[in-house]
């Protein structure tokens, strides 16, 4: 395939060169569907194993995402951001992942709505997201730790007060929340790669 001088580069991805390279996936183009996959695989594994502990199982998954993504190609003309549509497949990847519902209903159907033109509704719709993904890595915790999490952090039970509930040491209610923390701040620093223009 013959290329013109005004062609964008591979290597970097912006708004107005995703959006080239989204018209031309949809068209069949592998070199952008390339393109795509060059810039977005990294952004999309480091988001899928901040969340899925198993690196390999992330691994398959962010194969099988890009997978989806060339087999539907001619029928993704509707999308309006593939930032923002590679971001909702990897959600739906890790909501799958834990095999249970973390958001209710209504909620899921909100987001599923026509992806909005105004970039600070947009964002408010990324800090929803990044809030349930939140959820759901709590949610994903063992018991033991998920509930003092949550006393700690819902309950604001004091670390003292949260020890002497549940007959456990200080130093282990202390490791437990920094554990936690630490994960979050991995998980949501994955997601926010999404957010980066």
Same mark, same amino acid.
């Given at each position: 395939? /013959?290329?013109?001088?005004?062609?964008?580069?591979?290597?970097?991805?912006?708004?107005?060169?995703?959006?080239?390279? &989204?018209?031309?996936?949809?068209?069949?183009?592998?070199?952008?569907?390339?393109?795509?996959?060059?810039?977005?695989?990294?952004? $999309?594994?480091?988001? &899928? +194993?901040?969340?899925?502990?198993?690196?390999?199982?992330?691994?398959?998954?962010?194969?099988?995402?890009?997978?989806?993504?060339?087999? /539907?190609?001619?029928?993704?003309?509707?999308?309006?951001?593939?930032?923002?549509?590679?971001?909702?497949?990897?959600?739906?990847? +890790?909501?799958? /992942?834990?095999?249970?519902?973390?958001?209710?209903?209504?909620?899921?159907?909100?987001?599923?709505?026509?992806?909005?033109?105004?970039?600070? $509704?947009?964002?408010?719709?990324?800090?929803?997201?990044?809030?349930?993904?939140?959820?759901?890595?709590?949610?994903?915790?063992?018991?033991?730790?998920?509930?003092?999490?949550?006393?700690?952090?819902?309950?604001?039970?004091?670390?003292?007060?949260?020890?002497?509930?549940?007959?456990?040491?200080?130093?282990? +209610?202390?490791?437990?929340?920094? /554990? $936690?923390?630490?994960?979050?701040?991995?998980?949501?620093?994955?997601?926010?790669?999404? &957010?980066?223009?």
């Amino acid at each position: 395939m /013959s290329k013109n001088n005004t062609e964008p580069s591979c290597y970097t991805m912006n708004l107005e060169l995703e959006t080239y390279h &989204l018209k031309r996936l949809i068209e069949g183009d592998t070199t952008s569907f390339d393109a795509i996959f060059i810039h977005y695989h990294p952004i $999309v594994l480091r988001f &899928l +194993v901040g969340f899925i502990k198993d690196k390999e199982q992330a691994q398959d998954i962010a194969q099988d995402i890009f997978c989806k993504l060339w087999i /539907s190609h001619d029928r993704l003309g509707h999308i309006q951001s593939l930032k923002s549509y590679l971001f909702k497949m990897c959600r739906n990847a +890790v909501y799958d /992942s834990f095999d249970r519902q973390i958001t209710e209903q209504n909620y899921l159907s909100h987001l599923e709505e026509t992806a909005p033109q105004s970039t600070s $509704v947009e964002h408010e719709i990324y800090a929803k997201e990044l809030l349930s993904l939140m959820d759901a890595t709590i949610a994903s915790l063992p018991p033991q730790k998920r509930t003092i999490f949550n006393m700690s952090r819902k309950e604001g039970l004091s670390n003292d007060e949260i020890a002497l509930r549940l007959n456990l040491k200080k130093n282990t +209610v202390e490791k437990t929340i920094s /554990s $936690v923390l630490t994960q979050l701040k991995k998980n949501m620093l994955a997601a926010l790669l999404f &957010l980066i223009p």
